[in-house]
């Protein structure tokens, strides 16, 4: 697959409330953000298969990492 392949194809960014996202500039920032990560992730993936890292241990991997991405914004998560 070619790194622009796919480039713009971009998700439907929604608030919490499950409504489209309507501002042009966070879009942006989302579009390009998303964009940058599948570019690396794809380039680690390319990196992980050409050193003989077996992809399905690489794709876990990459889940696990999102899985343990933290909202900083939660209120629901409050530390003592």
């Not at 622009?4 to 409330?17: G, L």
């Not at 964009?35 to 690396?40: A, K, P, W």
């Amino acid at each position: 697959m070619k790194k622009t392949e796919n480039v713009d194809h971009f998700p439907t960014w929604q608030a919490s409330d499950g409504s489209p996202l309507s501002c042009v500039e966070k879009i942006k920032v989302l579009n390009d953000n998303f964009g940058e990560l599948r570019e690396i992730m794809q380039d680690a993936l390319e990196d992980a298969l050409l050193m003989g890292c077996d992809e399905e241990q690489f794709r876990n991997v990459m889940r696990d990492l999102v899985a343990e991405l933290h909202n900083p914004y939660d209120k629901s998560d409050k530390q003592d």
